[in-house]
């Protein structure tokens, strides 16, 4: 059975990999190691078909040593412990490379079997993962690991990758080959920044496409068939997740309504509403706040309209809460008070409410002292008394500070006005 095309096209060298010019490119960090001929445990972290295992195969056979691939789903301690054993035998002469395949699946134990010998450095370890690092391998493997970050192709990289395989296909195919104009870059815009895919996609192509003697032709249209959503990588449990749901909420906080509604797009097309939706509440507090106080209530209704009316349907209401706020005036005010009152809390300390404060609605109350002395406001001009509310350990606090919006603005001048009268009164 002929392998898959991806694997036959493998880049041998580092000048054939397409894409991470920023670790592989002339000044890249990969490269420069390369040259000096040593390979030091790393991580490679990014979606898939970005090239990890290409260059960890690159990097090996360079270096002059024997690679050993294990995968973190199927592996198991005996598997490890095997490429441990091939150390005393011809093969592990010069040290051996284990290429580790979605690291994050082994176990703590299993990971631990690794240490001693990526201590000697009779082992080099090259891990890979799609997931988060930080958040998936054990601190013993990241603090011995350099890791590098993979970034998803561009499609001008990728169609470099199409066309060179189109040109291999058509010589294995023993035919001359055309493509309707834009295919090539259909592929690579549908594929998400993922060169394995966009070859599958190719190779599919080849498969279904009309041939008439030794000419081959690819249709647009076979094209958009089998990449429908082609270009969506996203689950709700991966950083691609919080990652969407980070720019989304960034771009309506610097209120660029275009790139937050294409974030929406993003996670409403992978088929998540209620992640938005909660995002979109927080939003309406934290970032636009009380410059615009109805605002909440705005993005309330409008999340109550799409949950109501649900998929595809709700992203008119979820599309109209952004816009709201982005073209809205923002205040940060709120969030910023709440944690420093948080932050006092925390601090502890004596945090006696004062007894004038204290609840006075039960019997044997002011036998206690509790709501003595207490003045109401509505008693008074403008329903305000001066009284100290705080515990007396945080008395003259301030935790909240007026917007430079309009309406905080106009907040803080009544605050002001009112606090004068008093001050006249006495």
Same mark, same amino acid.
């Given at each position: 059975?002929?392998?898959?095309l991806?694997?036959?096209?493998r880049?041998?060298?580092?000048d054939?990999?397409v894409g ?10 990969i490269r420069?190691i390369?040259?000096?001929g040593?390979?030091?445990n790393m991580i490679f972290y990014g ?31 005996s ?8 150390l ?16 994050q699946y082994l176990n ?11 201590e000697n450095g ?13 958040f998936?391998?054990?601190n ?18 990728v169609?470099?990758?199409?066309l060179r ?5 058509g ?9 309707e104009?834009g !295919?090539?870059?259909?592929i +690579?815009?549908s594929? $998400? ?5 966009? =070859?599958?996609? @190719? %190779? !599919?192509?080849f498969?279904? +496409?009309?041939?008439? $003697?030794d000419?081959?032709?690819?249709? =647009?249209?076979? @094209? %958009?068939a ?6 969506l ?9 919080y990652?969407?749901l ?11 309504e ?8 993003r996670?409403?097309?992978?088929g ?9 509440l927080?939003?309406?507090?934290e970032?636009?706040g ?6 909440i209530s705005?993005?309330?209704s409008?999340i109550d309209?799409?949950?109501q009316?649900g998929?595809?349907?709700?992203r ?17 005010s709120a969030?910023?008070?709440?944690d420093?009152?948080?932050a006092d809390v ?21 036998k206690?002292?509790h709501a ?5 406001p509505?008693?008074?001009?403008n329903?305000?008394?001066p009284?100290t ?6 008395a003259g606090a301030?935790?909240?500070h007026?917007?430079?919006?309009k ?11 009112i ?8």
């Amino acid at each position: 059975m002929a392998a898959p095309l991806a694997d036959r096209l493998r880049p041998r060298t580092l000048d054939d990999v397409v894409g991470q010019s920023h670790i592989l490119g002339e000044k890249g960090m990969i490269r420069r190691i390369m040259a000096s001929g040593k390979i030091p445990n790393m991580i490679f972290y990014g979606p898939p078909g970005t090239g990890k295992t290409t260059v960890a195969e690159i990097m090996a056979r360079q270096a002059g040593k024997k690679l050993f691939r294990l995968n973190g789903t199927t592996a198991s301690t005996s598997d490890i412990r095997e490429v441990i054993s091939s150390l005393n035998t011809i093969d592990g002469m010069n040290g051996v490379v284990l290429y580790l395949d979605e690291i994050q699946y082994l176990n703590k134990k299993q990971q631990q079997t690794l240490l001693e010998f990526l201590e000697n450095g009779s082992i080099t370890l090259i891990a890979s993962t799609t997931e988060n690092p930080y958040f998936y391998v054990y601190n013993a493997i990241l603090s011995r690991s350099t890791v590098f970050e993979f970034r998803s192709v561009s499609p001008q990289d990728v169609e470099k990758a199409i066309l060179r395989a189109v040109n291999i296909l058509g010589e294995e195919y023993g035919c001359s080959v055309t493509m309707e104009e834009g !295919v090539s870059s259909a592929i +690579a815009h549908s594929c $998400g920044g993922d060169v394995r895919k966009s =070859l599958n996609m @190719v %190779e !599919v192509l080849f498969l279904a +496409a009309k041939r008439e $003697g030794d000419q081959l032709h690819i249709a =647009l249209s076979d @094209v %958009e068939a089998v990449s429908e959503k082609g270009s969506l990588r996203y689950d709700r449990a991966d950083d691609m997740h919080y990652d969407l749901l980070s720019a989304l909420q960034k771009s309506v906080r610097g209120s660029d309504e275009n790139a937050a509604l294409h974030y929406l797009a993003r996670l409403l097309e992978a088929g998540d509403l209620l992640s938005p939706c909660r995002r979109l509440l927080v939003m309406a507090s934290e970032d636009v706040g009380l410059a615009y106080p109805q605002c909440i209530s705005i993005v309330k209704s409008c999340i109550d309209s799409a949950l109501q009316l649900g998929l595809p349907e709700a992203r008119l209401p979820l599309a109209e809460a952004v816009i709201v706020m982005c073209t809205a005036p923002k205040s940060n005010s709120a969030i910023c008070a709440i944690d420093a009152a948080i932050a006092d809390v925390r601090r502890g300390g004596d945090l006696s409410i004062p007894s004038y404060l204290r609840d006075g609605h039960y019997e044997g109350a002011q036998k206690m002292g509790h709501a003595i002395g207490y003045q109401y406001p509505h008693n008074y001009p403008n329903h305000y008394y001066p009284q100290t509310y705080l515990p007396d350990s945080l008395a003259g606090a301030v935790y909240y500070h007026f917007g430079d919006n309009k309406t905080e603005q106009a907040a803080a001048a009544y605050r002001q006005k009112i606090l004068a009268e008093a001050k006249k009164s006495k």
